[in-house]
Each structure stands twice: as structure tokens, then as C-alpha cells.
């Protein structure tokens, strides 16, 4: 294979047996037993043991974890008793004959194996090192595949790659702008972008028909586990498409990705529900399926009940909603609690209750109902002697948003060896801020269902837009686009963005549509995301090679740093006296040129 290596690890097997093999990496661990000493040596693929006897190999007493070294011997059986099943080729071992030190390591910040449980700023501040942990590896190894199948699945489907600008004006999407003060133009700025989504669309008008990127997108936000200021989306975009025929495409990308990644095939096609209908079961635009406890109308149940409690909510134009948590001994303090969470999450209060074997309920509030009442809930909550139900009353969002979060809370799975997509679709075109303006739902250029509906009730008017969820997670969103000017403006004037206002942040967008812009719909799907889940990783950052911490920041490179004054007066930029005071109490030197380059 090379001067250094004819197998990686992982290759190294019965068809090898008693061959002459070159393996290199670095060592794992070193183990020393009465002159014979034992080392695991570890590629990017895998860990091999070495064993060196040395007399023949006298260098083996110098070896220290995280050596990088090279091995030259003859693969054998272990003996019996000493494999190790933990490891694939854990009956086998290279009998070392050849043992160089290619490069010595200093000590190390912490362990690099998958026990250890270092802080996460250190590990982001020696990565390199991170990266070198099995369990890592095998992340940034899934990432490749997953991002494999994806590009060998839409060649196969007459997709092509186009890469877009990273140097963008600004577009509303929902997060700031990440700004770039142009040196050639000063004042002015590029944005990077929080998504190719006007230059996908231009290239549906300039007849690609089939389009898709694997794209670096940047949004001025906070992070979270599942969220990063800069991110990776597998992009697409179809001419001439419908609903249908993004669904028929991204079904077949991920179900590819699946099938590399967990080795299962996924039953196709995926199911869908309404973004109505995942509110009002769920409690969210994001539900998990991979278990029950469906928020479940219950205002039937209690339309004549005399317990103030739902009879006041009832009257008020309000629900009575619950969920059946199944069969559970709760403490009374742990009842409270819930209680308590109810609350924090905006209800009046909750009411819990136990089914008895009479059919009957343990509950604080038994005895203000009849027994026709309760049997009704049970009945419609297909409960069992033993189940608890919780229920809420008052308003209906409210009611099934409470329900879905202590839902989430109860009954969330601990693994993601489950997975359970599903389509949410007919979001509505707008959504209402606290002040009363509206926003789009998703972006602007979303079409809806009907221009005369958006126009005449914008707050109830539905687009033809749609999201991925696997467990919980959103994976992407997407919609058919609008492709006519007069449908464009129309949203925008909707949204109350004046003629003027929308040429001087549009116009060039706006005067590609009147150019035989064909119906076009595209999709985004989070790569970060579907990796992280289908590696059964919490957090996004344990797949992504080089992330940034919870604040921005990179412990690794120090980014985001200051800057000396030049930079900064030849890109006709300077602080303010906020911005001056936060960097003096931060003590950072300035970095970058401290003169002109070339001179």
C-alpha cells in the first residue's frame, strides 16, 4: 500500500494469517509482562495489538502512549484465552520484527480512549488530539459516508453540484447576518449566508432543473446541542417540481444515508402529518414517535362536569386535553413536581390521577367529578388499572404544548436506536410576533396555497411548506417556491414591505423571476444533524471535525480574536467605546497585519 503500511487495522484478519504486514499509527497503550512487552496500535480505521520481543526489537522500552510508530512482522493467532472480544481483531496480534519511532509525543492534556471524560473546552482545545479517539473517528468515518451516499444518490437521480456565492448581501432567514466589511468598498459589507436559498432559485431560472450542494451556511445565533454558527446542509433544488417529487427525492437520500450508516433499509415512503395536527397531539412542529402518549382531546369527557377546574375553561371557549403516561407509581413529591412543571410551562395548574381497578381514580380531584366523567376520560385515553393521566385545561395551544413537553420529559427514549421519521406539512404562510407584526413562517419565498387566502387572512392562510423531523429533531425544511413576480410582492406587501424596500433588498432577484421562471421546490436537510442522531450522539459538535463552543468561540484557534488598529483603518472600520472597553477587560493582543501586505 505505502512504504509504511499494506493493511490498516480493520483489514487485518484470517486472510492474513502468517503474512508479513506493515502496520503504523499510534500507540494506545503499553503493556509490559515479564520482558514481553504488548502494545495496541491504533489507525484511523482501527487497533491492532503488537507484541515485541525485545530481544529482538530492543527500541519497544521507549515507547510511550501516543507514539506515532510503524510496525513491520507477521500476523498470528493469540493465544487461547488472551483474545479480546471487544475488538475485531482482537484473535489476532502482529508479532513485531521491525519497530520505528516515527514521532514522539509529549505528554498528553488527557486520555485519548472513549473512557475519558475530559472538559469539553480542553478537548476543543486539542481536537487533533479528540480526534483521535475511536469513538470520534468513527464520527467524522460516518460523516464521509453519510455525505457520500448523499452525492452518489442525486448523481444517480441527474443532480448537479453547483457550488453558490459565500459572499452574499444580507436576506432575511430568520438569524443575523454574519457581516464582511468589503476593503475595496468602504462601508459596505457582504454576508455570508444563512443559506444558498435566492441563488438555488437563479438556477432554476438559468435552466439547471436539477440542482444540489453540500453547503457551508453561517447564522449569527446562539448555539445549542443541536445548533452551530456555522453548519453543513445538503442543499437541493428541483424545476418543474411539486411537493411530491422533493419528498420522492429526500426520501431516497436519507434512506440511502440509513442504510450506510445503521445497515437497515427504511420503510419508504415516510409518513406525514399536518403541522395542525403534530400541535395538537404533540404539543410541537417537532414530535418524537417513537412513543405514544398522544396529547388526546378530552372536552367532551367534562362538557357538563361541575368541577370548576374544567367547567371554568370549558365555558371560557378553552379545552380539556391530557395524556396517559402509562403505568406508573409516582411519588407524591414527584406528582407535585409535576405540578410544578406544569406551571413553569404556562398552565393554570395539572391534575393527575390514577386509574384504579374499579375503574375509578386516585386524584385530588376525584371527588369533585362523577363517575360517568372519569370513566369517559379512561375510556378515551385507553387507560388501564395503574396508568397515570395528566391532564390540562384552558386554552388549546397552551393546553397541548404543556402536555407535549412533560410528554417529552416522561417518555423520551435514552437511545436513538429507534428511528422514526416523519413529514410535517401545511405550515402556515405567517407567523404573529408578541407585538402583533407578522414574519414568515419559513422564508419569504415560500409559496402559499392560495394568494387570495394569504391576502384576505394572512394569519390563517397555509404554504405549501414542509419540514423533516426524525425523533424529535428537525432535520430540514423546505417548500415550493414562488416563481412569478406578482405572488412575490404580494408576500412581501403582506408582510409590509414596500415596493421601494423590497427593489432596493430584491430588485435583482425580483427581475430574474420575469424571465420564464419555471415552478420550481427545493429542500435543506442538516447534515450535522442527521449524523449526530444516527451516530446516537447528543450533541452536534462530537461530529462536526472543528466546532465552536456554546459561546462562539474556538478554544482551538482562539477565533474569534481582536484585531491591530490598521486592519481596522484600512477596512474604513473603528470600535466603539463599548466594544474597546470589552476587549481591554479581556486583556487579548491584537492580531493580524500590522502593515499593508506586500510592503
Keep these: 500500500m505505502t512504504a509504511y503500511r499494506s493493511h490498516f487495522a480493520d483489514e487485518l484478519g484470517p486472510d492474513q494469517l502468517d503474512q508479513h504486514v506493515k502496520v503504523a ?88 480512549d472513549d473512557r475519558s471524560h475530559s472538559e469539553e473546552r480542553i478537548r476543543l482545545e486539542y481536537r487533533y488530539l479528540d480526534l483521535r479517539r475511536p469513538r470520534m473517528a468513527a464520527n467524522l468515518r460516518a460523516r464521509s459516508r453519510c455525505i457520500s451516499a448523499i452525492r452518489r444518490t442525486l448523481d444517480h ?3 448537479l453540484d453547483v457550488e453558490t456565492p459565500t459572499l452574499v448581501n444580507s436576506t432575511p432567514e430568520g438569524a443575523r447576518d454574519f457581516l464582511v466589511p468589503s476593503r475595496l468598498r468602504p462601508g459596505r459589507f457582504y454576508a455570508l449566508p444563512q443559506s444558498p436559498q435566492l441563488f438555488k432559485q437563479l438556477l432554476m431560472v438559468a435552466g439547471v432543473e436539477r440542482y444540489y450542494q453540500i453547503a457551508r451556511c453561517y447564522r449569527d445565533e446562539d448555539t445549542r446541542a443541536d445548533r452551530q454558527i456555522e453548519f453543513t446542509q445538503l442543499d437541493l433544488e428541483g ?18 444515508v440509513v442504510r450506510d450508516l445503521r445497515g437497515i433499509e427504511l420503510p419508504l415512503p415516510l409518513p406525514r402529518i399536518t403541522y395542525d395536527e403534530a400541535l395538537a397531539r404533540y404539543g410541537t412542529d417537532k414530535p418524537d414517535l417513537r412513543f405514544g402518549m398522544d396529547v388526546t382531546e378530552l372536552s367532551d369527557a367534562f362538557s357538563g362536569t361541575g368541577f370548576r377546574g374544567f367547567g371554568g375553561a370549558l365555558d371560557a371557549g378553552g379545552v380539556v386535553r ?14 407535585d413536581g409535576l405540578v410544578g412543571r406544569a406551571r413553569e410551562l404556562g398552565a393554570a395548574g395539572l391534575v393527575w390521577a390514577v386509574v384504579n381497578e374499579d375503574g ?37 395551544a397552551m393546553a397541548s404544548s404543556v402536555l407535549g413537553a412533560i410528554r417529552l420529559e416522561l417518555g423520551r427514549p435514552g437511545s436513538h436506536e429507534e428511528l422514526r421519521f416523519v413529514w410535517i406539512v401545511d405550515f402556515p404562510v405567517f407567523e404573529t410576533t408578541e407585538g ?57 406587501e403582506t ?10 433588498r430584491f430588485g435583482w432577484f425580483l427581475e430574474a423571476l420575469a424571465y420564464g421562471t419555471p415552478p420550481h421546490a427545493g429542500f435543506a436537510v442538516g447534515i450535522d444533524r442527521l449524523v449526530a442522531i444516527l451516530q446516537n450522539e447528543a450533541s452536534i459538535r462530537e461530529v462536526i471535525p472543528f466546532p465552536k463552543t456554546q459561546s462562539g468561540a474556538d478554544p482551538l484557534t482562539t477565533a474569534p480574536t481582536r484585531v491591530v488598529d490598521d486592519h481596522l483603518e484600512e477596512l474604513g472600520l473603528d470600535l466603539t467605546a463599548t466594544a474597546k472597553a470589552a476587549l481591554a477587560a479581556t486583556d487579548q493582543p491584537p492580531t493580524g497585519p500590522s502593515e499593508p501586505a506586500g510592503s
Excluded at 47 to 55: E, K, N, R, T
Design 495 to 504: 408582510l409590509g414591505i414596500s415596493d421601494e424596500e423590497a427593489e432596493s
Design 25 to 112: 499509527g499510534w500507540v494506545a497503550r503499553v503493556r509490559d509482562l515479564g520482558g514481553i512487552s504488548f502494545f495496541d496500535l491504533r489507525d484511523g480505521r482501527g487497533i491492532v495489538q503488537v507484541v515485541v520481543d525485545p530481544a529482538v526489537v530492543p527500541s519497544a522500552s521507549d515507547l510511550r502512549m501516543e507514539y506515532c510508530v510503524r510496525v513491520e512482522g507477521t500476523l498470528r493467532r493469540r493465544p487461547a484465552g488472551t483474545e479480546n472480544p471487544d475488538l475485531p481483531t482482537g484473535d489476532f496480534e502482529v508479532e513485531a520484527g521491525v519497530l520505528e519511532v516515527l514521532s514522539r509525543a509529549a505528554p498528553l492534556p488527557f486520555m485519548i
Design 157 to 159: 437521480l441527474g443532480f
Design 436 to 492: 402583533g407584526d407578522l414574519v414568515p413562517s419559513h422564508h419569504p419565498f415560500t409559496a402559499p396555497v392560495s394568494v387570495e387566502e394569504m391576502r384576505e387572512r394572512p394569519e390563517t392562510a397555509v404554504a405549501q411548506a414542509y419540514d423533516l423531523v426524525l425523533n424529535g429533531s428537525e432535520l430540514g425544511s423546505g417548500s415550493v417556491r414562488i416563481h412569478d413576480p406578482d405572488t412575490q410582492r404580494a408576500v412581501f
Design 322 to 335: 391530557g395524556i396517559n403516561a402509562g403505568p406508573m407509581s409516582p411519588s407524591r413529591a414527584e406528582l
Design 360 to 396: 375509578g381514580w386516585r386524584s385530588p380531584v376525584a371527588k369533585f367529578l362523577d363517575s360517568a366523567e372519569m370513566a369517559e376520560a379512561t375510556r378515551i385515553l385507553d387507560a388501564s388499572p395503574g396508568d397515570l393521566l395528566l391532564l390540562v385545561a384552558g386554552g388549546a
Design 239 to 256: 424545476s418543474f417540481w411539486e411537493r411530491e417529487d422533493v419528498f420522492a427525492a429526500i426520501e431516497r437520500v436519507v434512506a440511502a
